[in-house]
């Protein structure tokens, strides 16, 4: 199955996974532009089953909602394009997977979800605390994504986990961020989290660069794949509202193990966003 497991019309979907390639402030490696249409290559190497979650994502109803035109010259237009589809699929009573692009994506579409779900709590995977209030000048950076969400949400709704890049030593005190670790903080936070909607956004920095080394901002020391995937899975029966996966730099536009790696990953994010909630 390509396409990001598709399935279905856009009518009878659950889940739409769209890509979001902004490619706008890319600091070191540029080429997250190229994130969704490898990814989708990469989907046809993975089996639909899940031997994590024990689940079939042939099961779920979702829709490949294709590729966000972005135009680069107006910093304005990437936020209005995004706030404006991810409305579109809540309004019809759909789960979005956006698929990077690079990580500014994620505050565009948590300003849309923080008004439509109350207590909305953003679980973050990243290498990068991402906390700086601009980065070279720009507000609206991959660097400041988080620092943008707090603009939408509490500081105590927002969970970091493998954080081991940071802009002050200050922030390696803050609560609920989690330096190195994804996985063992995981029933922390779940417990945390409770019944509150979640939002989860995956920097797929966050696994090792021997793992993941086609990224636009390697960090080294990152987990292994199966923490990342066990963590993800402690994660099933929360009420998960959204997700998305970002800063996928393919550095080869053909299918890949970097390409699988990411598609796998979809495809769990995609089964999270369909089971239904036990909290
Ligand atoms: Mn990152």
Redesign the pocket.
Known sequence: MANFFASSSLPDAQVVVIGMPLDRTSSYIPGTRFGPAVARLGTANIESFSPYLRRDVSAVRVFDAGDLEFTFEEPAAPEALIRKNTAATYRAGKKQLAIGGE?SITPFIIADLSQRFPDLCVLQF???S?LRDEFLGEPNS?ATAMKRVLDYIPRENLFQLGIR?FSHPDELGLSNLFPFEVLAPIATVREKIGSRPLYITL?I??LDTGVMPE?Q?P?PGGCSYSELVRALAGLQGRNIIGADLV?FCPRNHTATAAAATVAELIRELILLLSIETKV
């Open positions: 990580h990243d290498a990068h991402d991959h890049s920097d920095d966050v990224v901002t960090q800063e």
